[in-house]
């Protein structure tokens, strides 16, 4: 192999350890560059996830608001005005009015000579046949909660649990918008780790195709080991072409996450390294059990419905309230006649033949249901950590294997172009060993986008994937 055959090489294997070191190095695809931090705090602000996990909050504190509320007295205005030919009515508007006269209760000439007579059968006209009457009531009305059996204190302890939950809620979203955010800012440098790959194959192929050109030239090879040559520089500026593609759809996913303008053109920064928070894994799942925001959400949830079991058992109680009102009766709009009533009003249901008690227990069944969905979720989350621990063992594991099968490669690689340019190895051994390189050069960029991702997921698991534990 000539001087500049070996220094191509020496190249491309510094291209690799670059690639291999420092992906973030890739050039990148211009526009304002954002750091992961960055990204982090534009899709945080600007996701819409974001707004419906507050809203949760504002809903959650808007129920413990309502129910701590119902202790305070009701204060009530109304303003009625009625008409009316009705005997009871117009004369219990007269009463109110306080403008009840003799004349109202029927008494006249005519009905003195019945009572004088004895007619105790007479009907009074006026009495019974008024003339409409019209009768303005306007009201103040207080009603003072005392007792209902707990279930102010019940919906209070109900609220209290999902403003908890809803908060927990909110971290988790937090954390998974992060991890979403990681998952597509290491899509780009994976992909652009694959574009230096391909770039480094479609180098590879071109050489390949003016090496052989000169040998067919020469006499020494066939024509068909060019148009095979040819074949595989096409391949190789496919595949480059696809991991460019992939660079495009890396970044697209990455502003989606951050609600970027369309035509907004953005670029990431340096890659990110992230660190377990605990290197054993029962610490790990000891931590995803007490820490993860989605199992503590969960947590309150239960809580929440438990003390909605208390709501519905408050109908087994009874209760008890006070009233004040203020009333003014006219008949015309004004204050003149006034009247108050106070009343104390103690109730208490005998029976309503199972309606309350089915209430409770359908109440107790939906707890309980919610705390087996608690257990299944620990469940699910434990199997899940697990899972990522033992992806990421064997990702490490990878990592370095294919680290030693890339070094590996390139020298096979080497001895294989030095025999084919003295016309002993074939075109067909060359572009085997070349796939054989392209392969494990890929391999070992998929086996480090393994390993970083499924380190991120169990931060994820463990609820520590925020930008101040990083």
């Known amino acids: 192999m000539n001087q500049s055959k070996k220094s191509q090489f020496k190249l491309t294997a510094l291209a690799m350890a670059l690639t291999l070191v420092a992906p973030g190095m890739a050039a990148a695809s211009g526009g304002k560059v954002l750091e992961f931090k960055q990204c982090v705090e534009n899709t945080l602000n600007q996701n819409p996830e974001m707004d419906v ?25 109304s303003l009625t005005a009625s008409n009316s030919d009705n005997a009871l ?36 006209r006026d009495l019974n046949y008024p003339d409409a009457h019209t009768d303005f009531n306007t009201r103040i009305e207080m009603l003072i909660p005392v007792y209902n059996g707990g279930k102010i204190t019940s919906y209070e302890n109900q609220a209290k649990a999902m403003i908890q939950a809803a ?3 909110d971290e988790a979203v937090k954390q998974f918008l992060t991890f979403n955010v990681y998952q597509a800012y290491e899509g780009v440098h994976t992909a652009r780790a694959y574009i230096q790959v391909a770039e480094q194959a479609v180098l590879a192929a071109d050489s390949y195709v003016k090496t052989t050109t000169n040998l067919v030239e020469q006499g020494i090879l066939v024509r068909s080991e060019l148009l095979s040559a040819k074949v595989n520089q096409s391949n190789a500026r496919m595949a480059l072409e696809k991991a460019q593609n992939q660079e495009k759809i890396a970044l697209e996913s990455l502003k989606t996450l951050m609600s970027s303008e369309y035509l907004e053109t953005v670029d990431v920064g340096a890659r990110v390294d992230i660190s377990l928070p605990a290197d054993n894994v029962d610490d790990l799942v000891a931590m995803a059990l007490s820490k993860n925001p989605q199992l503590e959400a969960k947590r309150n949830e239960v809580n929440s419905s438990f003390a909605a079991v208390g709501a519905s058992k408050a109908g087994l109680y009874p209760s008890f309230n006070l009233m004040a009102r203020q009333d003014w009766n006219d008949d015309t709009l004004g204050f003149d006649s006034s009247s108050y009533t106070v009343a104390g009003v103690v109730s208490w249901k005998i029976t309503d033949f199972g309606v309350t008690s089915s209430g409770v227990d359908r109440a107790n069944a939906a707890a309980k249901a919610q705390e087996a969905q608690l257990r299944s979720q620990q469940n699910q989350l434990r199997l899940s950590l697990l899972t990522a621990w033992n992806t990421l063992q064997v990702a490490r594991k990878q990592v370095r294997v294919n680290q030693l099968a890339v070094e590996e490669a390139e020298e096979a690689q080497r001895l294989i172009l030095k025999r084919y340019s003295n016309g002993v190895a074939t075109i067909t051994e060359v572009l085997a060993g070349q796939a054989l390189l392209d392969k494990a050069r890929a391999e070992l960029v998929a086996a480090t986008f393994e390993k970083n991702l499924q380190t991120a997921k169990l931060r994820l698991d463990t609820g520590t994937l925020r930008l101040d534990m990083l």
């Open 89 to 124: 009515n117009v004369f219990g508007m007269k009463l109110q009015q306080r403008q009840a006269a003799l004349s109202d209760f029927g008494f006249d000439s005519v009905t003195a000579n019945a009572f004088g007579s004895g007619n105790y059968a007479h009907e009074p």
């Open 167 to 169: 908060q927990n809620g």
């Open 53 to 77: 996990s507050r809203a949760r909050i504002v809903q959650a504190e808007s129920a413990y608001k309502e129910a701590s509320h119902s202790r305070l007295p009701q204060i009530t205005a």
